[in-house]
């Protein structure tokens, strides 16, 4: 029996300008715990009550935030793609941040495991005004299980607007041995994949942030490339060896970003890696 679940968050700031959930509704396969104030942020860590995705499975997220608010969404744990030998398991989501609202969206690993199929649409749409850190990462599988690029296929699509702008527009699709994966892997053969998307009036092209995300690039163990997308628009895209590097390599990005906004950032009370620091945007 498949699942067709949801979340549908709408934040905004109360008489104090604290940010409070004004709308919240959820159906398994999500669920969210309790959420918490830290740094002015709304915290809100989405979870499944369930082993992950499998065959028929449909999430749809929406989530808008006004204007005054600042909310980060993470998860405490990976969302897991299990064997599927027919048919997929989908998500869908749309994110719509205000002028004046700051989202970030941090979950963790996304792990498709062997034979699983998977096909994920995403729509963000920033008003000029408005922050988003966008993060996002793929396993190559349960490599602790062996499983490395076992999976099916893997269909993304994400598209983010800033204002009438269409800043991104990227589709692909994952289906090993196909050429794409063959390209994922060319220098790891067990890469990590994360894209991270900063947009803030306060990041600009001569901020004090480039030359730290720069350096992170090491041969041996990441390769890191970052883009400007439009003015206070920015993409970073990296691949790394295992996931304790992947995971010390994002956090390292992200307070970068966080310092050139200027804003203190919250905790999300998980560790990230060895020795990291609160985390958010």
């Not at 709308?23 to 992950?52: E, T």
């Amino acid at each position: 029996m498949s699942l067709h679940g949801h979340l549908d968050l709408l934040a905004g700031a109360d008489e104090s300008g604290r940010p409070v959930l004004r709308r919240q509704s959820f159906a398994a396969p999500i669920h969210i715990s309790k959420p918490h104030h830290d740094a002015g942020w709304l915290v809100v860590n989405l979870a499944s009550p369930g082993p992950g995705l499998l065959a028929g499975d449909r999430v749809d997220v929406r989530v808008e935030v006004e204007r005054g608010a600042k909310l980060l969404l993470t998860a405490p744990s990976a969302s897991r793609i299990h064997m599927m030998p027919s048919g997929h398991a989908e998500l869908t989501q749309s994110f719509h941040i205000a002028n004046g609202a700051a989202l970030d969206v941090w979950p963790e690993y996304l792990i498709p495991q062997a034979g699983a199929r998977y096909r994920q649409r995403t729509r963000i749409e920033v008003a000029p005004g408005g922050s988003l850190l966008w993060t996002e990462s793929i396993a190559p599988g349960r490599t602790a299980h062996g499983e490395v690029f076992a999976f099916t296929e893997l269909r993304i699509a994400t598209d983010i607007f800033h204002g009438a702008a269409h800043l991104v527009r990227e589709r692909y699709r994952l289906s090993p041995p196909d050429a794409a994966t063959s390209a994922l892997r060319r220098t790891f053969p067990a890469a990590y994949y994360a894209s991270i998307v900063c947009i803030s009036d306060a990041v600009r092209d001569d901020s004090a942030c480039w030359p730290a995300i720069r350096a992170l690039h090491d041969s041996g163990r990441v390769w890191l490339g970052t883009s400007r997308l439009a003015p206070g628009a920015f993409a970073v895209k990296l691949t790394a060896a295992d996931s304790p590097t992947l995971r010390t390599t994002v956090a390292a990005i992200r307070s970068a970003f966080q310092l050139a906004t200027g804003v203190e950032p919250p905790s999300v009370r998980r560790v990230t890696a060895k020795n990291s620091v609160p985390v958010g945007f």
